[in-house]
């Protein structure tokens, strides 16, 4: 029986296939088939979790936020002080 990430990994053989031919683009397709396998195991750990996920699903082909960018989403927002300006002087 195929798991729910064995689509996942059969598009990451193909962008290695790929990789090896197109000398070119090799470092993007590597990347693209790095991606896919990250799916594969996401979508695996998500079985596991009773969250499934397909091909066809938008948060599939989401790129993963950095964990910095997720922590600054859960802090709440920051007020900004003013400064006080000096005030100009007239000359006449």
Same mark, same amino acid.
């Given at each position: 029986?195929?798991?729910?990430? %064995? ?6 053989? %193909? ?5 090896? =031919?197109?000398?070119? $683009? ?12 990250? $799916? ?6 998500? $079985? ?6 397909? $091909?066809? %699903? ?23 002080? =003013? =400064? ?9």
């Amino acid at each position: 029986m195929a798991g729910p990430g %064995d689509g996942y990994r059969l598009k990451a053989a %193909d962008m290695f296939a790929r990789a090896e =031919q197109n000398e070119h $683009l090799r470092q993007e397709y590597e990347n693209l088939a790095r991606a896919f396998l990250r $799916l594969a195991d996401q979508a695996d750990r998500n $079985l596991q979790l009773g969250l499934p996920l397909n $091909l066809d %699903d938008p948060a599939a082909h989401q790129r993963p936020q950095s964990s910095e960018a997720l922590e600054l989403e859960e802090r709440p927002p920051q007020q900004q002080q =003013q =400064q006080v300006q000096p005030k100009a002087k007239h000359t006449e």
